[in-house]
């Protein structure tokens, strides 16, 4: 999907699996690995693809490990 297509996507179902990826994945790159675990905890409740529920597993495995790393600045 390109940009404008994802747009519309988490446009049309805002909480669906895309919008809430496209949420965590930012909030990630913003180093708020706390906000973003929610965020995959929350995409793999929504996902219906069982590649997209396993993805949204490993992020939130990686962003708890971010939080035992960095400590609270990571929060």
Request: charged share 30%.
């Amino acid at each position: 999907m390109k940009g404008d297509e994802i747009a519309r996507q988490v446009a049309k179902n805002p909480n669906g699996y895309l919008a809430l990826a496209t949420q965590a994945a930012q909030l990630e790159r913003e180093e708020r690995y706390a906000a973003a675990l929610e965020m995959w905890k929350a995409a793999a409740k929504a996902a219906k693809n069982p590649l997209n529920v396993e993805y949204s597993r490993q992020r939130t495995d990686l962003c708890l490990t971010c939080i035992h790393r960095f400590g609270k600045r990571a929060a």
